[in-house]
């Protein structure tokens, strides 16, 4: 009997609408289930929600990819390459390049408004859910904003998708990037596992090749996170050095990932293109003119997301200096780029409070004086 008709046997001896429970045991770190970690946070998704019925196979509306034409709205954006010489090509091909695809890979927040079943929070929860699962299986960094990439362009091509399959989608995108960017990716059964059996591994395959589809096979982005290591990268070389080799500290660049995550947590952070929102952290840890150099980008373009992104900064030093984690099998001059996992979702609560904080709030009707003449 084949793999496949086991499990399906499997499935139809339990009772409807239960799920069989994951036997599978896994020496990696403990991962909460999302499902669980909605209760904590008020945000239930019930494990045996209603899903429907067909998902929208749909292509992502955005230019091609080979197309490096910038939009209006963003053609100011594009100055002079700030790579140094290379050795082994042309630093104003590779930048245009990496222009190019920052500018056709478009995302927005607006995508809210096409699922009204979601709510604004439910995002961050299941971002954060996905930080916490690769620092579980030491994924890199670049592996979960990749992740976060397909997720937001994926849900921007689809309707009324309903909350109960947001993890789904959240793991399988997870998966996906995986795949991408990792030498020895998580085996699809080790995905299902941090789901607590609330998804089969055929469920997170079926919907991968339907996130494939909506997204055109366009896996490729600029990541916000990939933009900030190329800005620090370049802020800290010697003369004469090789781009590909790292010099920054990783001490420093630890610290900023982590606002940077934060940052990205909050859906108003798709309002900015990944590399205005990697400058823009930049900004906060080094002189204001060597981010500007070193991204390219003017003053006036950054502007608004550094005014933005402070409410962050004030949580992330409120919550002090992260330290830099180590991780059985992996090398010490590695260990910065593994994404790690803190408490972001008490960050972001703090963060939000500041950043309403800033504006000014009415007086109480009794609170008001008038003098009459």
């Known amino acids: 009997m084949s793999r496949r008709s086991v499990r399906l046997q499997r499935r139809s001896e339990n009772v409807p609408g239960q799920r069989c429970k994951v036997t599978k045991q896994s020496n990696r770190k403990k991962v909460l289930p999302l499902s669980k970690l909605q209760c904590e946070k008020n945000q239930l998704v019930p494990k045996s929600v209603a899903k429907p019925s067909v998902l929208i196979e749909v292509a992502e509306k955005r230019v091609g990819v080979d197309s490096y034409a910038a939009p209006p709205s963003t053609g100011s954006l594009v100055r002079p390459s700030p790579l140094p010489h290379l050795g082994w090509g042309s630093s104003a091909d590779v930048w245009e390049k990496m222009v190019g695809r920052e500018q056709n890979y478009r995302h927005s927040k607006s995508f809210l ?72 990716p998580p085996k699809l059964s080790q995905m299902a596992y941090v789901t607590a059996g609330t998804y089969y591994e ?43 080799q790292p010099q920054f500290p990783q001490d420093a660049y630890v610290q900023m990932t982590r606002l940077l995550d934060l940052c990205i947590l909050n859906i108003n952070a798709l309002d900015f293109e990944y590399r205005v929102l990697a400058a823009s952290v930049l900004s906060h840890f080094i002189q204001r003119e060597t981010a500007e150099k070193v991204s390219g980008l003017p003053r006036d373009a950054v502007q608004l997301c550094v005014d933005w992104m402070a409410p962050c900064v004030e949580a992330v030093n409120w919550f002090g200096k992260v330290p830099l984690k180590d991780f059985v099998g992996v090398k010490e001059e590695d260990r910065h780029d593994v994404q790690t996992h803190t408490d972001y979702m008490t960050m972001l609560d703090v963060s939000q409070k500041e950043e309403n904080s800033q504006f000014l709030t009415p007086p109480n009707s009794t609170e008001k004086t008038c003098t009459l003449n």
Not at 158 to 174: A, P, R, S, V, W
């Open 202 to 244: 055929e469920e997170i395959l079926q919907m991968e090749l339907i996130i494939l589809k909506a997204l055109r096979w366009n896996l490729c982005p600029e990541t916000a996170v990939s933009w900030l290591k190329l800005y620090f990268q370049v802020a800290s070389m010697s003369a004469g050095s090789d781009l590909l």
């Open 113 to 184: 408004q096409k699922h009204p079943t979601i709510q604004l929070r439910m995002r961050s929860i299941l971002l954060d859910w996905l930080i916490e699962v690769s620092e579980s299986y030491t994924l890199h960094r670049q592996t979960f904003y990749l992740a976060q990439d397909y997720f937001d362009r994926f849900m921007l091509t689809q309707d009324n998708i309903e909350k109960g399959m947001l993890q789904l989608i959240g793991i399988t995108c997870l998966f996906i990037a995986s795949k991408m960017e990792e030498a020895c």
